[in-house]
């Protein structure tokens, strides 16, 4: 993101042979059956024929990591599914490569086994979690989110997991706490860029405690009903549909409470470019280039027209009261 190339480079678009839409399409009718009344009845067949599909499109190597229905308002979109290819051949993931097709050709060496994450700082029961631990804190849900790249890109993912207020209230945190810093990954053993001037790592975000707090914040352990591919930040990494994608951290191992607001990776390497709050606002353009519209990767064609931004990647109803009275211009 750092990099000073025109914003074109940013943003080419990828081909897209649609495979994954099919296993959405039945999601779509039951939508629709619900808006009607008549959800009930076509319950059973809609789960079958999405189990059918998922088992013909998925390439059999990840493991089945199946979610539940949410019931999180702004947990579904009728908007198509990006192409599952797409969604993990097309990466940010700088500690594997600045390249959008490094990760998937670098990260295989990304050592997701055993996997632990320390919850620590200002809580009451801080605790080291191993994964399978924090699996089975809380029943996993699917949940579809747009994903905006505040490279100008954007994806619709069906991502599996919980509300990261699940794990946040086991941990009780302490009245003084007001952040969440979120410690990725850095080993340069494993990683080919950790070392590089890129960035300084590891890569670090941060939200505040009631961002954190909020029901569509995902902790992430899957996409697509399988778990995370390693170049998508397996074994554990965050969504927060309404801020620009790279708050979303990748491969998380540390999750500390805070009474200051976190120095975060992409902060401390421009911080006239990257805020912390870094919400998704067509209304506040990036330094180097406007941010009111965007490329829906997949839609690549000759014609294909860019989207329009919407306030908040499209989740304003549900979140824009936390940022009631602020100047987003300025914290931005
Ligand atoms: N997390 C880590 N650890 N390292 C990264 O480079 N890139 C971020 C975010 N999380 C990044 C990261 C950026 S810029 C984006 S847009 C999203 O991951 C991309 O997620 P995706 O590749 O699953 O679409």
Known sequence: MLIKTSHDGFCHPVASEIT????YEGR???IKLMATG???AALASWAGRQALAQTAQKPGKLAALPGGKSAVAGALTMEKVTDYKDATTYNNY????TGKSDPARNAHTLPTKPWSVAVEGLVKQPKTYTLEDLIRLSPQEERIYRLRCVEG???VIPWVGYSLSELIKKVEPLGSAKYVEFVTLADPKTMPSVGSSVLDWPYVEGLRLDEAMHPLALLTFGMYGEVLPNQNGAPVRLVVPWKYGF???KSIVKIRFTDKEPRTAWNKAAAQEYGFYSN????VDHPRWSQASERRIGEDGLFAKKRKTLMFNGYESQVAQLYA??????LF
């Open 20 to 23: 994954t839409q099919r296993v």
């Open 28 to 30: 779509r009718d039951l």
């Open 38 to 40: 008549a959800a009930g």
């Open 94 to 97: 700088y500690e594997f490569g």
């Open 153 to 155: 890109w954007s994806m």
């Open 247 to 249: 708050k979303s951290g």
């Open 280 to 283: 998704v606002n067509p209304t």
């Open 325 to 330: 009275g602020m100047d987003l211009k300025k």
